[in-house]
Structure formats: C-alpha cells, structure tokens
C-alpha cells in the first residue's frame, strides 16, 4: 500500500520561513519523481516545485530564489524549504510521488495536505 504523509507547515510570518517534508512508502522511492503543489481558497492546484529521481528541480516562477526543493532516498523523505514567505504562499500544500515517471506505468500519488498560512 502506497503512503505519501506530509508534516511541517503551520503559521509563518511575512519574510519567515517554514519547512515541509513529506515521506513516501510504498514505491520506489529513488526512482520515482517528486513534487510539491499548493491550492489557495478558490483557485486552482498548482505544481510548486518539483525534482526527478536524478535530482534536476523546476519551480513556479513565484517561488524561485525562495524556495528550494530536496529529496533524500535513504529515507524516503522530499522536502520544501520555504523563505521569504509572503502573504500569498497562503495555501494548502500537497506533495505528490510519481511512481514510473516518463513510462505507461506512471502513476500519481498524493498526500492529504497540510495548512500553510502566513500572515503579515
């Protein structure tokens, strides 16, 4: 059975900084690709940052220079550090494993979410 549990998040403040790991079981993690997406009140899910099982990373425009994403195969775990948070990263965070990324087999999975707020 595929786990995918995402923990940090919480309340930040403007110009803070918070840190999100979420650890997936049940695939094969160092071959799978990663990614975080967030989803505000009323808009749409969208991917935030990602990293393939070779490391290489892509980020949402809004979020270069201030976010960086990681991932550690020994356990398991990818993680989203944040900085500079501004009121806008306000938003429900997922994280998602791709298992078999780039083949017929790719498959999606997803975390339950977790709270991030900022305020001013």
């Known amino acids: 059975q595929v786990q995918v549990v995402e923990s940090g998040g919480g309340l930040g403040h403007l110009g803070g900084s918070l840190n999100l790991s979420c650890e997936a079981s049940?695939?094969?993690?160092?071959?799978?690709?990663m990614a975080w997406h967030r989803q505000a009140p009323g808009k749409q899910r969208e991917l935030v940052a990602g990293?393939?099982?070779?490391?290489?990373?892509n980020y949402l425009d809004s979020v270069k220079g201030r976010f960086t994403i990681s991932r550690d195969n020994a356990k398991n775990t990818v993680y989203l550090q944040m900085n500079s948070l501004k009121p806008e990263d306000t938003a429900v965070y997922y994280c998602?494993?791709?298992?078999?990324?780039?083949?017929?087999?790719?498959?999606?999975?997803w975390g339950q979410g977790t709270q991030v707020t900022v305020s001013s």
């Open positions: 049940g695939i094969i993690f160092r071959s799978s690709s």
């Open positions: 990293i393939s099982s070779g490391g290489s990373t």
């Open positions: 998602n494993a791709r298992s078999h990324p780039g083949t017929m087999l790719a498959r999606d999975y």
